[in-house]
């Protein structure tokens, strides 16, 4: 079947813009993840959802980051008045909700956001 | 702070050896470790998991937990060259479904 699908697979902005970046998740997953990875680091939690609800912002770096999901199934990672800074690998996950443990998350092929 | 520490290499080990890799974390009420491959430009992909104390083998690859040690790690029996990718370990922050990932380890398999 099909994977996590994320678009668009490349974007590159002007410092100040806003960017928004989508996610596809695998039909029937009802967890999803946003992570952030920069050149040679590891993966940077951002926010997690459980159907339309997010549990967890706390890895949103700041106030210019928002997220949602609709429907329980896709969902968009809005960066407002990007910065240099921003400039990274965006990685979405999707995953089955495990009845006592988290269960094997399953990735996109990323969106690289690049501030210039 | 849930931390996840992992030594970023490379290490660098010959076509058909055993590559070991390692990670330990702070949360002492971890119940979860996987470890995850992420080769150049692509994303990460689960090779294993483990739950419980002891070794969990799958095919070449061997993951090993202690949890009185916190420690868990990757065993990859006869290397091979297209082994080389970064591995990154992930913990369970308990609770719910969230897991921290480690800064992975860059393995190369020198043919």
């Known amino acids: 079947g099909a994977g996590v699908s994320q678009s668009p697979s490349n974007k590159v902005t002007e410092k100040g813009k806003d960017v928004e970046l989508r996610c596809d998740p695998i039909s029937g997953h009802?967890?999803?993840?946003?992570?952030?990875?920069?050149?040679?680091?590891?993966?940077?939690?951002?926010?997690?959802?459980?159907?339309?609800?997010?549990?967890?912002?706390?890895g949103l770096p700041s106030d210019r980051f928002s997220a949602e999901r609709t429907g329980g199934s896709v969902s968009t990672l809005t960066i407002?008045?990007?910065?240099?800074?921003?400039?990274?690998?965006?990685?979405?996950a999707s995953s089955l909700e495990g009845w006592a443990a988290p269960a094997e998350q399953f990735f996109g092929p990323g969106t690289r956001l690049t501030v210039l | 702070q849930k931390e996840v520490e992992q030594n970023s290499g490379p290490l660098s080990v010959p076509?058909?050896?055993?590559?070991?890799?390692?990670?330990?974390?702070?949360?002492?009420?971890?119940?979860s470790f996987f470890w995850y491959r992420q080769y150049s430009g692509k994303s990460p992909e689960l090779i294993m998991f483990i739950y419980s104390?002891?070794?969990?083998?799958?095919?070449?690859?061997?993951?090993q937990l202690n949890k009185a040690s916190q420690y868990v790690s990757l065993l990859i029996r006869d290397s091979q060259p297209s082994d080389s990718?970064?591995?990154?370990?992930?913990?369970?922050?308990?609770?719910?479904q969230k897991v921290t990932f480690g800064i992975g380890t860059k393995l190369q398999v020198i043919p």
Do not use: H, M
């Open chain 1, 30 to 58: 009802t967890a999803l993840y946003w992570y952030r990875q920069s050149l040679g680091q590891g993966l940077e939690f951002l926010i997690y959802f459980q159907g339309n609800s997010a549990p967890d912002k706390s």
């Open chain 1, 80 to 92: 407002q008045r990007t910065q240099q800074e921003d400039s990274a690998v965006y990685l979405c």
């Open chain 2, 15 to 31: 076509e058909g050896a055993i590559a070991s890799l390692n990670c330990t974390y702070s949360d002492r009420g971890s119940q």
């Open chain 2, 53 to 63: 104390n002891g070794d969990k083998e799958d095919g070449r690859f061997t993951a």
């Open chain 2, 85 to 96: 990718a970064t591995y990154l370990c992930a913990v369970d922050s308990g609770g719910y």
